[in-house]
Every structure is written in structure tokens, then in C-alpha cells.
């Protein structure tokens, strides 16, 4: 239990953050066979 006590805040939010941050980037710039309709990483609803 003194782990979780040690765990501020701001940590959590700075994962979630950076979490949101990779993922954007993820749908921007990864091929679409990783990250498209049919993608083996993240399946999206748009085919571009």
C-alpha cells in the first residue's frame, strides 16, 4: 500500500498526458496498416 501513497497527483497526470500525446502522434504518422480501418495496433472508423 505505500506505493499507490507515493504516487502525486501531477505524476498520474503527467502519464495520462503523455499517453494522449503518443497516441495522437500514433494516428498521425503510422502507417495505416498499424493504425487505419483493418490496423493490428489501433482500429480507426475514417479511411483516408
Known sequence: MALFTEITFLEVS???L???L???ALLRFAPDEMVGPDG???QTDEAE
Do not use: D, F, Q, V
Open 14 to 16: 503527467m502519464a495520462l
Open 18 to 20: 503523455t499517453l494522449g
Open 22 to 24: 503518443i497516441e495522437r
Open 40 to 42: 493490428w495496433l489501433l
